[in-house]
């Protein structure tokens, strides 16, 4: 015998876990898509990719010695933090001189990424700081 209320319950449950998975997955705040730097911010992260990062990633940034920052880059992120890429690029960039630059200029610079990649400009910089970039998702690139 079905017993519907059983049914019911289970079917909710299984409602509750799949919307904790959501959660858990996707950070509630902003996607790229939406506009998470501001214009001035992603030209002042040009000259600091022409300075420290053209070198082995190409002056528009399809590759050089170092693999591309645009195009196929942004599928491969497509989802994850942008804390993830700042702590990755300020962690580990400029590959000669990790963690040589300001914590302002690797918003910059990943403003400046932002811009080439084809993700629309908003009204604010990027934020400096891993905790706020923790609440923004990298969407779908152009
Ligand atoms: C001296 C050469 C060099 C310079 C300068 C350099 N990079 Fe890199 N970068 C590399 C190499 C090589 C890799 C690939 C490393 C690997 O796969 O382990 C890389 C990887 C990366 C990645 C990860 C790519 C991916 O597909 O996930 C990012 C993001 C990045 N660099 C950003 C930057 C930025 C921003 C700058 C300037 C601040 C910079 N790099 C300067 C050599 C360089």
Not at 2 to 24: E, I, N, P, Q, T
Request: glycine content about 10%; proline content about 7%; overall charge negative.
């Amino acid at each position: 015998m079905w017993d519907l209320r059983s049914v019911a319950w289970k079917l909710g449950a299984a409602g509750v876990v799949a919307l904790l998975a959501c959660a858990a997955t996707s950070p509630a705040g902003p996607t790229t898509t939406t506009g998470v730097y501001s214009e001035a911010q992603s030209e002042r992260g040009a000259a600091v990719y022409a300075q420290h990062c053209a070198a082995c990633h190409g002056a528009a940034l399809t590759a050089g010695s170092a693999p591309p920052l645009t195009g196929p880059f942004w599928s491969s992120w497509n989802g994850r933090s942008m804390a993830e890429l700042y702590g990755l690029v300020r962690g580990s960039m400029p590959q000669d001189a990790p963690s040589s630059l300001s914590d302002t200029a690797y918003a910059d610079v990943t403003a400046h990424m932002l811009k080439v990649g084809g993700y629309p400009a908003g009204a604010t910089d990027l934020p400096a700081s891993a905790e706020a970039l923790a609440t923004m998702t990298i969407g779908p690139a152009r």
